[in-house]
């Protein structure tokens, strides 16, 4: 394309009004129809017979241009040249390329039940993303550990499963940072309403996650949230049931952990 500009303003330049070039020319418009169509033959010359004479055509000497249309022809070359260049430059100009686009972080999926146990609040994840029925191995798992832990096996059911994303679409922000506020803030309101809470158990990832702001390394680990106090971190139920080598450091970590509710049952 610049090499199509560049050749326009020079012929523009020396008032060339039609051309036909002998080759196809890269980056070049197409040639109108009229000048692609073939030459008339030539008229067949006559043929001479052997001794007749053939005349001779006279030397036609074809004047050599003036110095002064040659300086002419330059000059406007050189006018054009002045002229096209800028253009064809401010034409090419490299755009920058776009600021890179942060990718938006992926919206959290998960469902918790909030449950009260003696002293104990209890934010357990749900492995169907429903709430647990009494003959479910996961509840009945929730409840040996109760029994283990020396609280009440039968947890009192707080309010309707905590499930985010709360909306399915909007511009509402549901990243990860408004799920921990979310969560964060509404289990406050619910340690308001139930005063006496010792400690605040995180059964699974995703309490864990958006509750107490901790990853997997934190499993049977205390942990001490702001606006929540104590809790602990435990693995989820489908996990213990999946993966059994995991209750024994469990059981280990609820003796120690034990004594934070046991004075408030005595």
């Not at 043929?47 to 001779?56: D, H, M």
């Not at 450091?249 to 046991?262: G, N, S």
């Amino acid at each position: 394309m610049i090499a199509e500009l560049r050749r326009r303003a020079y012929l523009n330049a020396m008032q060339v009004v039609s051309w036909l070039p002998t080759q196809v020319l890269p980056f070049a418009a197409a040639s109108r129809a009229e000048l692609l169509h073939p030459q008339q033959a030539l008229a067949a010359e006559p043929l001479v017979t052997p001794g007749e004479s053939v005349p001779v055509q006279p030397l036609v000497v074809v004047p050599r241009a003036a110095d002064g249309a040659i300086n002419d022809v330059r000059a406007r070359l050189e006018q054009a040249r002045q002229v096209v260049e800028p253009q064809v430059a401010a034409k090419v100009q490299v755009e920058e390329p776009p600021a890179a686009i942060t990718p938006a972080l992926a919206i959290p999926r998960f469902s918790l039940q909030l449950y009260r146990a003696g002293a104990c609040l209890l934010l357990v994840e749900l492995p169907t993303g429903e709430a647990f029925q009494s003959r479910d191995p996961a509840y009945l798992l929730l409840k040996d550990l109760l029994r283990a832990a020396g609280l009440p096996d039968s947890p009192q059911l707080l309010g309707d499963p905590v499930r985010w994303p709360l909306l399915a679409g909007g511009n509402l922000d549901q990243g990860p940072d408004a799920a921990r506020d979310f969560l964060q803030g509404y289990l406050a309101a619910r340690m308001e309403d139930q005063p006496g809470c010792a400690c605040l158990w995180l059964v699974g990832l995703p309490a864990m996650r958006h509750a107490g702001e901790v990853e997997e390394d934190m499993y049977n680990r205390e942990l001490q949230i702001d606006e929540l106090g104590a809790a602990w971190a435990l693995p989820g139920l489908e996990l213990l049931m999946d993966e059994p080598q995991r209750k024994a450091p469990l059981w280990q970590a609820m003796r120690r952990v034990m004594q934070r509710w046991q004075p408030a049952n005595e």
